[in-house]
C-alpha cells in the first residue's frame, strides 16, 4: 500500500478522490515536478522546485506552498515509503469548478503528491545505448512549462513505442528540440552541444547537471541551434532526464549513431555525474 498526499492529507492510494470537475481532468490545467531521491536524499530539489515556480507562474497558478513547506512534505513522502531510491511525483492544478475555460476565481489548487521506485537505466542501455526514432516536433509552444497536459508527449512516446525505440528525437522547422520525457543533446568534435534553453524545450535538471559537471571536467559544453543535419552527423547523441541520468543514444532511425557504441565522451561524462550523485548522497 502506497501513501499519497492530497491537499495536505495522507491517505492510501486506492483512497485518495478528486472531483470529476477537477481542472488537471477537464483541461490538462496543471503542472508536476518529478524529483528523483538517492539513498533517501532528494537530488537537486532546489532546482526543481525553482522550475516548479517558474511552471506556476507560466499557467498563473499560485504557489500553494513555500519551499520550506514542500521541503517538508517532500522528506515526509520519502519517509512513508520503503524504499531507498524513489521518484517523487508533484503536481499542482487550478483546482475544481463548474467547466468553463477563464480562471475561475478564489479557488484552491490540488495539491497531489505520490512516490515511486527510482527506475534507474539498466547496466546493459549504460553500456550499449538506446534506439531511438526521429519526429516532427508536433507539441505546443511552451514546453519549458512541466504541464500536466502531456497529450503531444505521450503521442510521440508511444511513437518511439511503436518502432521498438525507447525515445523519439523530434526536430521543429529543421532544429532539434528533446525527446518525449528527455533532453537531447550531442558530441561534435569533442564539445557537447545542447540545444538553446528557450521555450521550445524544458529546461532540464539533468541537463543542467551535465552542464555542471562537463565544466569540472573541462569538456567543453555550449548551447546553441543544432539542425538535424548535425544531429545525423554527430559523434554521439544523448538523452538525459532525471530517470535516465544520461544514456547514450546508439541507434537512430535504424542506423549507427557515430561508432554504434556509448562514445568516449559519454564515458566521462557518464562517470562525473554519478560521481555527482554519489558525492550528494554522501555529504
Ligand atoms: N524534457 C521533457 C519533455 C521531460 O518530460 C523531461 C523530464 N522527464 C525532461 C526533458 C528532462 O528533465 P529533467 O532532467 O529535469 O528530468
Not at 499557467?59 to 500553494?64: F, G
Not at 517532500?74 to 515509503?81: K, L, P, T
Request: charged share 20%; aromatic share 8%; hydrophobic share 40%.
Amino acid at each position: 500500500m502506497s501513501l499519497v498526499f492530497l491537499n495536505g492529507e495522507w491517505c492510501p492510494i486506492e483512497d485518495a478522490k478528486i472531483s470529476v470537475l477537477d481542472r488537471g481532468f477537464i483541461f490538462g490545467d496543471g503542472v508536476y515536478e518529478v524529483i528523483p531521491v538517492y539513498r533517501r536524499r532528494p537530488y537537486r530539489e532546489p532546482q526543481h522546485l525553482a522550475r516548479l515556480q517558474y511552471s506556476l507562474n507560466g499557467v498563473r497558478i499560485a504557489n500553494p506552498y513555500s519551499n520550506e513547506d514542500w521541503s517538508r512534505h517532500i522528506q515526509q513522502i520519502i519517509e512513508r515509503h520503503s524504499f531507498e531510491d524513489q521518484a517523487v511525483y508533484i503536481q499542482v492544478t487550478r483546482g475544481v469548478a463548474p467547466r468553463n475555460h477563464p480562471f475561475p476565481e478564489a479557488i484552491a489548487p490540488t495539491v497531489f503528491m505520490m512516490s515511486n521506485p527510482l527506475k534507474r537505466p539498466s547496466s546493459e542501455q549504460v553500456e550499449h545505448g538506446v534506439r531511438a526514432v526521429s519526429m516532427e516536433d508536433q507539441r505546443w509552444l511552451h514546453c519549458d512549462y512541466k504541464t500536466t497536459a502531456l497529450l503531444g508527449n505521450v503521442l510521440a512516446c508511444q511513437y518511439a513505442v511503436d518502432h521498438q525505440a525507447i525515445e523519439v528525437v523530434q526536430f521543429r522547422n529543421g532544429l532539434l528540440t528533446e525527446a518525449s520525457s528527455s533532453n537531447v543533446m550531442i558530441v561534435q568534435d569533442g564539445c557537447i552541444l545542447a540545444p538553446q534553453k528557450n521555450h521550445l524545450i524544458l529546461h532540464g535538471i539533468t541537463m543542467n547537471g551535465v552542464e555542471e559537471v562537463a565544466h569540472r571536467i573541462e569538456v567543453p559544453f555550449e548551447y546553441t541551434d543544432i539542425s538535424e543535419e548535425a544531429v545525423r552527423t554527430a559523434d554521439e547523441v544523448w538523452l538525459t532526464s532525471s530517470a535516465k541520468e544520461v544514456v547514450a543514444i546508439t541507434t537512430l532511425d535504424d542506423k549507427a549513431v557515430g561508432t554504434g557504441k556509448p562514445g568516449a565522451v559519454f564515458k566521462r561524462i557518464y562517470t562525473a555525474l554519478q560521481d555527482d550523485i554519489a558525492g550528494y548522497v554522501a555529504s
